[in-house]
């Protein structure tokens, strides 16, 4: 069995020290950064907001000391600017300043064709639209067995989904959700399951999307499984940046078991499972409603089940792939982990009941974003 290569990258917001609000310092802290990291290190649509993108590898050691390494040159250079990277899907709290777009042709031109996603009627930007996601590469794959294999794996995206939900809070309110991040990304054109598509459709599909106007280019294809265009890989894009490092190379391991795992089926066109659009769309929303506290629809047979149990299941699914880069037993451990301290927003929520401060929350998942 070919062991594939994996590679994340992350959002954070920056936050201020003293405030923990988000402030517009990405441009500093880039070029900070930059100097050791190069373009390991890169802006995103906001100022408030950094990306760091690990090389691809088949290690999973490697991927977690790579990690910790590029979240520590990160810290330094926001310490410098006064300020803290954050990973959290959703800001806790609300900006004291207006949030800035950042400066390149390509950002200037997102913010004008979608300006009701990115900014108010003042033209301020708006606060709802800063959300960060932990994205997840496995390769080598060319475009069209990424392809297959995201049809292949659209149905377990809600389970990794709930386990990724770290988004509570937003604006300085309890929004009621694991996963608020999973609501605001939506509002943007694509956001969702992968279409059932042959390269040939997919090509024509997204070119009539770009010729249409609803989409920049073939880069905004913002699918919950996409083929990366840019690196030969599948893209799963379903998590919220996460704080605790073990959950994000967890994230990693089970997207690559996964796809080990699927791939067989893949190679062998074996058709995808038939999943009907809505049970998948209902899928993704309780998910990001209840996350691992509720319920979930199973991947094989749509029923609703406790999302553990759909957890434990997807294990079970890709225990051949996971034992194949000898993860298994890893994963079973972090797993029993998460399970009995609770994912993220169920961490999150426990800070605030223990402190009674949002503040208190912000200085938790900074903590834990710099490895405390």
Not at 48 to 64: F, G, H, K, M, N
Not at 112 to 129: C, E, H, I, K, Q
């Amino acid at each position: 069995m070919k062991i594939l290569t994996m590679g994340v990258e992350e959002e954070f917001v920056l936050v201020d020290r003293m405030t923990r609000a988000p402030v517009n310092r990405a441009p500093e802290v880039i070029r900070r950064a930059s100097r050791e990291l190069g373009g390991q290190v890169q802006a995103e649509l906001f100022t408030a907001q950094i990306e760091i993108c690990t090389e691809p590898t088949a290690s999973r050691s490697d991927l977690r000391d790579e990690l910790f390494r590029l979240r520590g040159v990160v810290g330094k250079a926001a310490r410098q600017e006064r300020c803290m990277p954050v990973a959290c899907g959703t800001p806790v709290l609300p900006p004291e300043d207006p949030l800035t777009v950042t400066d390149t042709d390509r950002y200037r031109l997102m913010a004008r064709r979608f300006a009701p996603l990115v900014t108010r009627r003042d033209g301020t930007a708006r606060d709802g639209g800063l959300v960060c996601g932990c994205h997840v590469h496995v390769g080598t794959l060319d475009r069209e067995r990424a392809l297959a294999l995201a049809q292949h794996l659209r149905p377990w995206l809600p389970v990794l989904q709930a386990l990724a939900g770290n988004s509570p809070f937003a604006g300085r309110r309890d929004t009621g959700y694991q996963s608020w991040r999973s609501v605001e990304h939506a509002r943007w054109p694509t956001v969702g399951p992968t279409p059932v598509l042959d390269e040939t459709q997919y090509l024509a599909h997204v070119s009539r999307l770009v010729e249409e106007g609803t989409l920049l280019d073939n880069r905004m294809v913002y699918w919950h499984a996409r083929p990366s265009e840019h690196v030969p890989t599948l893209e799963v894009r379903v998590a919220d940046a996460n704080a605790d490092l073990d959950t994000v190379v967890l994230l990693a391991i089970l997207v690559r078991g996964l796809a080990t795992t699927l791939l067989p089926r893949v190679d062998a066109s074996v058709p995808p499972p038939r999943i009907p659009g809505a049970s998948l769309l209902r899928a993704h929303r309780l998910a990001a409603a209840q996350g691992l506290s509720g319920t979930g629809l199973d991947p094989v047979d749509g029923r609703e089940r406790p999302a553990v149990a759909l957890l434990d299941g997807l294990i079970d699914f890709s225990a051949r792939g996971l034992e194949a880069t000898g993860d298994l037993a890893w994963v079973r451990d972090q797993w029993e982990r998460i399970g009995a301290n609770g994912g993220g927003a169920a961490r999150q929520r426990a800070v605030f009941r223990r402190h009674g401060r949002l503040s208190a929350v912000v200085d938790a998942l900074a903590a834990a974003t710099a490895g405390r």
